[in-house]
């Protein structure tokens, strides 16, 4: 078992350590629907924040309160009243919010402050610092509904919360503001968060909801043919919501989406859909390639690009494993380093999944490609395709007829893919001459 337990480890968390490298000190936003909460789910979140603060992440947590505040309107015998995908808050519905939100507080306070027994953040001390951070604005009247007692954001206090950030602390807010004459508003979390994220300048949002994400055909019912869209880009999710009727639910495809792209078009690098229903779902789509839910961003975080000097610490950790195993023929730092020019990778969220060389033999009007290597988490994506285009387009450039390879391991996926086997007395002189006999790698071509 613990042989077991090493060989999953080692490679698993090699793979995380570049995330929580790269999220240090990096401020996230989360948006914690009172859904989450009702359905017991607020223990496991409270472990998982804990442990992304401590890996050096400044967190706001702003929670919501809808079904609480549903739950004392019926027991008071009054109608939760929406608009516009909006509560209608009377004076009813404004001390509803106000109990719910002080028990909510209470109750997130309390999670925190456990010492988190029995699980991996026991005896870690969360503080948790909430307060007046926001001002408030009347919704007003919209279409000739009077919302009342429902407000808009107003101001953030960015120095305030970005002191206490930089306490150590996390900062919890309720989704309520004040006017500057003291009257209350009750807002919606989605709203806070969203408007917090942008002003604080935030390299998160993350919505923790009810909704496993968008789907790869958002009209199409759920089904393994039509999986959750991990990436969507800002155009793409902007197409969408024009194409959607609004939305009034938080079920609504576009209700979480919405306050995602007003995120992301005002500065926010990436913001999120997450299943609060699947344990570890914040873990899952910080620190793992693939994510769980739906992230919208202002472009792909995959780029296609030739490598340069910085790059040589990355594709030496992505080729070890496969020379170790034999698959590829071993390089030291130096040779990459001096060929670096002739490397193309895959760069996904600044760490690269995968790496090809082109070394040209003008005289033999052909060049070899090299060192093709695709990361075991991202094999089975169309990573290889990329570099196989991308390399054989960098070939044509140079003038070149002819790609080819030499392997051992991976005969069929370049036949697939229109390279034919030749004798390796095919080989122009100069790699002729560096061909090793004993490895009887098999000598693939492709004509450009």
């Known amino acids: 078992m613990s042989a077991v337990f090493n060989f999953t480890f080692v ?82 519905a404004l001390d509803c919010a106000q109990e719910a939100a002080g028990q909510l507080r209470y109750e ?31 919704v007003g009247i919209v279409d000739g509904v009077d919302f009342q007692h429902s407000g808009l954001v107003r101001k953030v206090d960015v120095a305030g919360i970005r002191q206490t950030l930089d306490m150590g602390a996390l900062v919890l807010l309720s989704p309520f503001g004040f006017s500057p004459t003291g009257e209350a508003f009750n807002l919606s979390m989605e709203e806070v968060a969203t408007s917090v994220a942008i002003e604080l300048r935030a390299d998160k949002l993350i919505f923790l909801t009810e909704v496993q994400g968008i789907r790869m055909s958002p009209t199409e019912p759920e089904s393994d043919d039509n999986p959750i869209d991990t990436e969507l880009p800002l155009a793409a999710a902007q197409a969408l919501l024009a194409q959607l009727p609004p939305a009034q639910q938080p079920t609504d495809t576009g209700f979480y989406l919405q306050h995602c792209v007003k995120a992301c078009k005002a500065g926010v690098e990436r913001s999120h859909i997450l299943p609060f229903a699947v344990d570890g779902s914040l873990l899952l789509e910080v620190y793992v390639h693939d994510g769980i839910g739906t992230m ?53 969220d600044g760490v690269i999944f995968g790496c090809a060389a082109l070394y040209p033999y003008p005289e033999g009007k052909t060049a070899e490609m090299a060192a093709v290597t695709v990361s075991p988490q991202s094999q089975g994506t169309g990573d290889g395709e990329k570099l196989l285009k991308r390399i054989e387009q960098r070939a044509r450039l140079l003038g070149l007829d002819s790609i080819f390879v030499l392997t051992t391991r991976t005969m069929h996926w370049f036949i697939k893919r229109g390279f034919s086997p030749v004798d390796p007395d095919w080989l122009p002189d100069a790699r002729k001459r560096k061909y090793n006999w004993d490895r009887k790698s098999q000598v693939l071509v492709k004509k450009l």
């Open 11 to 92: 490679p698993w968390f090699r793979s995380v350590a570049p995330y929580i490298h790269k999220f240090r000190n990096q401020t996230f936003v989360i948006g914690l629907t009172g859904e989450a909460i009702a359905a017991g789910k607020l223990h496991n979140i409270a472990q998982d924040l804990a442990l992304i603060q401590a890996m050096g992440v400044k967190i706001v947590l702003v929670h919501g309160f809808r079904p609480q505040v549903n739950e004392q309107l019926a027991a008071k015998g009054h109608a939760a009243k929406y608009s516009h995908g909006i509560r209608i808050t009377d004076s009813v």
């Open 108 to 138: 997130i306070e309390a999670a925190f402050s456990q010492g988190l027994p029995n699980t991996p953040m026991a005896g870690a001390t969360v503080r948790v610092i909430s307060g007046n951070f926001l001002t408030a604005r009347p």
């Open 296 to 348: 919208v961003i202002d472009e792909k975080l995959e780029e296609l690009r030739e490598a340069t000097i910085d790059d040589v610490g990355g594709i030496l950790q992505l080729i070890e494993p496969f020379e170790k195993d034999g698959t590829l023929v071993k390089r030291d730092r130096t040779e990459i380093e001096r060929d670096i020019a002739t490397y193309t990778i895959i760069e996904h």
